[in-house]
């Protein structure tokens, strides 16, 4: 089954301590991203990666970090991470826009809070 | 930038009588447009796209959206809510060659026995 998997599915951390959730797709995909969703605000772009070792700021990067060394992981890294980092983060991959089954693929979704 | 407004926070539908949940966007270029449905302690669900062609996109569940270029509005409509049809509802654009999807603040569709 053609899917994007996160992990873990919830998340409680103390404030400092560094996480890393992970994100993996099946579909070699090339185009993958990182969104948070906060009440109101939708879901906004943390990070996104065009291809291996190829990566960029969305319009939140700051406080995350990312690496992508292999084509399906996409792992969303908190150094150290702060209160209002606490939100519901989710994992994309897409084809790309050029492609013919052009669309976003979403992952299950990471609950993550810090106290 | 691109951006996408809702602007509705929430939608008040009987069961039975037809449901709109607004969308308009802003991008350079041509657009591609989506709706996405989550429902609570879920994922994103796929709801259906606009990327070329027909107007009238229909998608899952009974959904369809039509693209207003001059308006620059999406917007989603099912003839007959369900209660099940109670969720929050995304809509989000894209365009040729820039893959990166940006999403409207949602709107919360409550439909009412």
């Known amino acids: 089954e053609a899917q994007v998997t996160q992990n873990p599915r919830y998340l409680i951390t103390v404030t400092g301590k560094k996480l890393t959730v992970t994100c993996s797709q099946n579909?070699?995909?090339?185009?993958m991203s990182w969104y948070r969703q906060d009440p109101g605000l939708g879901l906004r772009q943390i990070y996104y990666s065009m291809n291996v070792e190829v990566t960029d700021k969305g319009d939140v990067p700051e406080g995350y970090k990312v690496s992508r060394k292999e084509k399906r992981n996409f792992p969303l890294i908190l150094e150290s991470p702060s209160p209002n980092q606490t939100s519901l983060y989710f994992c994309?991959?897409?084809?790309?826009?050029?492609?013919?089954?052009?669309?976003?693929?979403f992952g299950s979704g990471t609950r993550l809070t810090v106290v | 930038a691109q951006s996408v407004a809702q602007p509705e926070d929430q939608v008040n539908v009987a069961e039975g009588n037809p449901l709109t949940v607004k969308c308009t966007y802003s991008v350079s270029g041509n657009p591609y447009l989506f709706w996405y449905v989550q429902y609570p302690n879920r994922g994103l669900q796929f709801l259906l796209k606009?990327?070329?062609?027909?107007?009238l996109v229909k998608g899952s569940y009974g959904f369809e959206a039509e693209f207003n270029k001059s308006q620059t509005s999406f917007h989603l409509k099912k003839p007959s809510a369900l209660v099940s049809d109670s969720a929050l509802y995304f809509c989000a654009v894209d365009k040729a060659a820039g893959n990166k999807l940006t999403f409207g603040g949602g709107t919360r569709v409550l439909v009412k026995p």
């Open positions: 606009y990327i070329t062609g027909d107007n």
């Open positions: 579909m070699n995909h090339e185009y």
């Open positions: 994309a991959s897409s084809p790309g826009t050029g492609a013919l089954n052009y669309g976003y693929t």
